[in-house]
């Protein structure tokens, strides 16, 4: 059974993939690239095409 | 972190935030220092005890009223229209899948998308709360949490 959809952290938005297809990074947050994300990530995970900054309010 | 909802819902966006511990249209938390008037209740007409909460006093919106809890026990304000219910019409909403999307903490989140909420080995882990309803009643969930553990290392 797939439980979380969606993982809001400082760092990043991630998506669950369908079908245990891992995280996906979809926005990232200020003063991070994707290695530094990657760093201090426990699990693997893809980047989408389009990444763009955390949306703020 | 998942209670700040409440506070960053933008003008014009129209949901409605339901607190487990029995609240629908949960409102950002109040601005310090604005507490309500107390109630004046004569006191042969109400018990001291009672007339003293504060419970009984109009409240205005953003106005702080320390019986006026969300699910982190933190006080939050009433938007218009919000209403008050007990548990298991709470979890009545959350079980029989009226909730459209769950926001909620973690411990951890594996790359499946499985979830660790439940204990640390060791260590008495307080209020996980509705989380075992919340994330079973198919309800879109989203988890918000620190991106590192409190040592800034990774989760494993």
Known sequence: MRVVDKVITEKGVFTVLPDGNGLQLEEIG???????????????????????????L | MPTLVSNYVPPGVNITLQAENGMLGVGPFPKSG???????????????????????????PSQEDCDLINAGKQTVTEMDGSSFFSADQSFAMIRGAHCQVTILGTMEVAANGDMANYLIPGKLVKGMGGAMDLVASGSRVIVTTEHTDKKGQRRP
Do not use: K, Y
């Open chain 2, 34 to 60: 604005q507490v309500p008037a107390r109630a004046p209740a004569p006191a042969s007409v109400l018990p001291a005890s009672v007339a003293s909460r504060g419970c009984l006093a109009r409240r205005r």
């Open chain 1, 30 to 56: 200020e003063g991070e690239t994707v290695e530094s994300v990657r760093a201090s990530t426990g699990a693997d995970f893809t980047v989408v095409d389009n990444l763009i900054p955390m949306r703020q």
